[in-house]
């Protein structure tokens, strides 16, 4: 196949107003920034990344900001001008940095894109993915109360969505909980508490047994595998990690403690889709499934948690709802649709959707070109 080599990259800063607020055990939010990566290669071809962030570091460290930052002085330089034999070499490149994932995934994202175009093949297709479609649920933010909530399960249920996953925190757990499962005996529902929780809250916890959820999601702290061990020995409902996975060696490490039995894979969290892949297969040997979350992100972010999904063990439905469900108008051309809650896995090369440059300049707020690797540090 034929490497890419970056000749330039442009850095779109966009600000897009959410269609609700969706409010989390961490806070609300309203709006987001977001940077996207187009990355140029010598032959022209055009391949989009997005920063995953939120404007605030409260899911994880980074912020919109700091993720732009990291790439302009240091990310970007390092992959610009090199000759890339395949996408999978770019995790490795970006290691001299220490974390910043989501920084490092916006680019890496950009470089799948842009050897999948340059190739003629797409995503879903160059990274081994089988399925044709995928299925898909909805992430449910904290409601104001548990009657609020079942009317909006109702309304997602309706729509054909294959799984609800709601949002926990104490003091809007096992009430909420309760009423939907009330309402709704058989439907797939899961809890999701960002981190909001310690062990000292076990016996509360167990409570949630007795309402047959999927999963509960990274109940405990953002930066802890050790007490989720001990968790998910004492519950039978099965735990499943977000935050507290940045890496190959973090889901190794955590499925050989027993800290969960599902994992949700989030692209930026792990700093790419050469890094997804190697976690989904890790998962795939040990009998363990996995899904495909999501951070809120405009088409780009979404076209490649969609190819990211068509893997073989993404088993579970994914957060990645269609566009309507977050923008009032998506940047990408067509919008991301859902059927009966399938969504078609794009066929064309690369991510399968165009970037509308008419949309995306009506919400960018900044523009970089990038096209030297040089930076005021050295880089190794
Ligand atoms: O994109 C979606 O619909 C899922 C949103 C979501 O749950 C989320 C959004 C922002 C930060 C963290 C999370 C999460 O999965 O924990
Ligand atoms: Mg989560």
């Known amino acids: ?56 570091p409260y899911y994880n460290e980074e912020t919109t900001y700091t993720a ?11 992959v610009m001008h090199k000759t890339i ?13 220490r974390r910043n994932q989501i920084a490092k995934s916006a680019i890496e994202t950009a470089i799948w894109d842009a050897f999948a175009k340059k190739n003629n093949i797409a995503l879903s297709e160059l990274i081994g993915g089988t399925k044709t479609e995928i299925e898909v649920g909805k992430s449910i933010g904290i409601q104001s109360s ?27 757990d096992l009430d909420y909980i309760d009423a939907v ?16 929780y310690t062990l000292n809250d076990i016996n509360h916890l167990k409570k949630l047994d007795q309402y047959n959820l999927m999963m509960i999601e990274q109940p405990l702290a953002h930066d802890d595998i050790i007490d989720h061990a001990t968790l998910q020995e004492q519950l039978q409902t099965p735990v499943c990690l977000d935050e507290s996975i940045h890496s190959l060696e973090d889901a190794r490490k955590a499925l050989q ?43 780009i972010g979404r076209a490649h948690n969609i190819a990211l999904t068509s893997l073989s063990n993404f088993t579970i ?8 469900h977050y923008w009032t108008e998506d940047i990408i051309q067509p919008e991301v649709t859902m059927d009966h809650g399938i969504i078609q896995v794009q066929t064309g090369p690369g991510i399968g959707f165009a970037v509308d440059r008419e949309k995306l300049d009506r919400v960018t707020i900044r523009k970089e070109r990038i096209s030297t690797a040089e930076t005021a540090h050295p880089i190794p």
């Open 68 to 78: 732009t930052y990291m790439l302009k002085d240091f990310l970007i330089p390092k």
């Open 317 to 324: 439905p994914g957060d990645t709802a269609p566009s309507s």
């Open 146 to 172: 548990p009657v609020k909530l079942v009317e909006k399960v109702a309304e997602y249920v309706d729509e054909g969505f294959r799984k609800i996953k709601v949002k926990i925190a104490p003091g809007a």
């Open 1 to 56: 196949m034929k490497p890419v080599i970056l000749t330039e990259v442009v850095l779109h800063t966009i600000k897009m107003k959410l269609i609700a607020p969706f409010t989390t055990s961490f806070g609300t939010a309203l709006e987001k920034h977001v940077c996207l990566v187009e990355a140029v290669d010598e032959s022209g071809v055009s391949g989009w990344g997005e920063t995953v962030t939120s404007d605030e």
């Open 257 to 299: 403690l027993g800290s969960c039995r599902i994992i949700n894979i989030k692209i930026g969290r792990v700093g790419g889709i050469g890094e997804s892949v190697r976690i989904h297969d890790l998962c795939k040997d040990n009998g363990v499934p996995v899904w495909c979350g999501g951070m809120l992100e405009t088409g």
């Open 181 to 196: 499962r009330k309402e709704f005996p058989d439907i797939p529902l899961m809890a999701d508490a960002n981190s909001a």
């Open 85 to 97: 034999q395949h996408p999978l070499e770019v995790h490795d490149m970006l290691t001299f940095v």
